[in-house]
Every structure is written in structure tokens, then in C-alpha cells.
């Protein structure tokens, strides 16, 4: 059974930085396309980072491009999420998310209609 689980969110000061981890159960990470996701108070949810399997190319949202970056560990079968220069409006409960390939054209354009299988979110807060 695919199985995620998001961890890693905690309080941090404007400007500072948290890495998040997703560990993955039930498959290989490197198989599936990943997405990193969040929903701020108020706001949509946004897909922020998504790659797919054996694509040297990452979408990255202008709201993070040059801020977070995405990883992952093969043999932990982890995926990151590097965030650095936090903002207050960074705020949001950030989700991992995952798909089989082949991907859709809402998976390739990082959008959570393409995502079927979810964890459980882990919350940020910026403090300003």
C-alpha cells in the first residue's frame, strides 16, 4: 500500500530555515512522480515543487523559485523539502504527494488533481 508521511514543520523566525521530510512506504520513490504542496490560511492550495521519475527537470512556483528546493534519498526512500529565506506568508501546512507514471497533464503541471496519494501534512509557521 502506498504510504506517506510528512514531518519536519515547526515555528521559525522571518529568514530562517526548516527542512521537511517525507518517507514513503508500499513503493520506490524514485518509480513515482513527487509533489511538494501547501494550503496557507485564506489562500488555495498550491503545488510548489513537483518533478517526475528520470526528468532532469523540476517545476518550481514563482512564489518559492530560488527559495526551496526538493530532494530525495533513494535508499531512505525520503524525499525533502529545503526552505530557506522564510517568509511570513511561507505559512501553510505543506503535503507530499505522489503518482504512478505515467503522469497526467495535472500531474505535469504540478497541479493536486494529478496527486492521488497524500500524507498527512506537516504545519510551518513564519513568524515575522
Known amino acids: 500500500e502506498v504510504q506517506l508521511q510528512a514531518s519536519g514543520g515547526g515555528l521559525v523566525q522571518a529568514g530562517g530555515s526548516l527542512r521537511l521530510s517525507c518517507v514513503a512506504s508500499?513503493?520506490?520513490?524514485?518509480?513515482?512522480?513527487i509533489g511538494w504542496f501547501r494550503r496557507a490560511p485564506g489562500k488555495e492550495s498550491e503545488g510548489i515543487l513537483c518533478?517526475?521519475?528520470?526528468?532532469?527537470?523540476?517545476y518550481s512556483a514563482d512564489s518559492v523559485k530560488g527559495r526551496f528546493t526538493m530532494s530525495s534519498d533513494n535508499t531512505k526512500n525520503t524525499v525533502y523539502l529545503q526552505m530557506n529565506s522564510l517568509k511570513p506568508e511561507d505559512t501553510a501546512v505543506y503535503y507530499c504527494?505522489?503518482?504512478?507514471?505515467?503522469?497526467?497533464?495535472?500531474?505535469?503541471?504540478?497541479?493536486?488533481?494529478?496527486?492521488?496519494?497524500w500524507g498527512q501534512g506537516t504545519l510551518v509557521t513564519v513568524s515575522s
Open positions: 504527494a505522489v503518482v504512478r507514471p505515467p503522469t497526467t497533464s495535472f500531474a505535469n503541471k504540478c497541479r493536486r488533481e494529478g496527486y492521488p496519494y
Open positions: 508500499g513503493f520506490a520513490i524514485g518509480d513515482y512522480a
Open positions: 518533478r517526475k521519475p528520470f526528468d532532469p527537470t523540476t
